[in-house]
């Protein structure tokens, strides 16, 4: 059920739309789930009104597919759609590395080395959540620290997606085991003042992964 906190003064509707697109880009709702209105109502205790609105505004964002006499489904993700959300990725976070090595402030290469501690005890640990949650902080400190906000809403609106595709890949843990030393590569560039050095590291990191991709597909759950 919504937790519906009286400081919140968001629509009902947008807060349902919010909850759901959460559910579907962590996982939480699989890719191939049927989107079943009534059982999302009682789930969230709201009428069948919003979830339907929230529906039609995720299909639009192409994490809902609607087939005819069939409903609404949650969207499958393909080896293909993975491939090209990497392939942008790969350009512009290795610009934002570039940028980076020039532009950070030693403050944030020092908070950039703490997330990295952070990411590799959660591998060590097995914590699947916290090393999603540490890898998105380590890209997102060196995006923001290119200074370049036409680079940096570019990016934005790939996270979304990003996001996504992370609780996908992070099922496979021997990609997560190779990425403390691929985020130490990028800290020592960056940190060196390497600009090319820094576009490099950052493009063999995500390539990598763009090659786990391909060679393995998508391993999603089914229900």
């Known amino acids: 059920m919504l937790n519906f906190d009286i400081q919140n003064h ?34 969230m205790g709201v009428s069948r009104t919003p979830i339907r609105e929230a529906i039609r505004k ?8 609607i087939e005819p006499r069939r409903g609404a489904y949650a969207s499958m993700i393909s080896t293909e759609d993975m491939v090209e959300i990497l392939e942008v990725r790969q350009d512009l976070e290795g610009l934002a590395a570039y940028f980076a090595a020039e532009r950070m402030q030693p403050d944030k290469i020092e908070i950039l080395n703490e997330i990295s501690d952070k990411y ?12 999603i949650t540490y890898d998105t902080m380590f890209h997102r400190t060196i995006v923001d620290s290119c200074h370049n906000k036409i680079l940096v809403q570019m990016i934005e609106q790939l996270q979304e997606l990003v996001l996504r595709f992370r609780y996908i890949y992070y099922d496979n843990f ?10 130490k590569a990028i800290i020592e560039a960056i940190k ?27 391993q999603q759950r089914h229900v």
Do not use: C, W
Not at 58 to 65: A, N
Not at 120 to 131: F, L, P
Not at 200 to 207: E, P, S
């Open 10 to 43: 968001k629509p009902l509707r947008e807060m349902v739309y919010e909850e759901l697109k959460m559910q579907i880009l962590t996982g939480a709702i699989i890719p191939g789930t049927r989107m079943m209105e009534v059982e999302l109502a009682d789930e």
């Open 58 to 65: 995720l299909e639009k964002e192409g994490l809902v597919t």
């Open 120 to 131: 590799n005890e959660a591998v060590r640990n097995g914590s699947m959540k916290d090393m």
């Open 174 to 183: 021997r990609r997560a085991e190779n990425m403390p030393e691929e985020h």
């Open 192 to 218: 060196s003042g390497d600009k090319d050095a820094a576009r490099f590291a950052a493009d063999i990191h995500i390539d990598r992964l763009k090659e786990l991709v391909i060679k393995e597909g998508v």
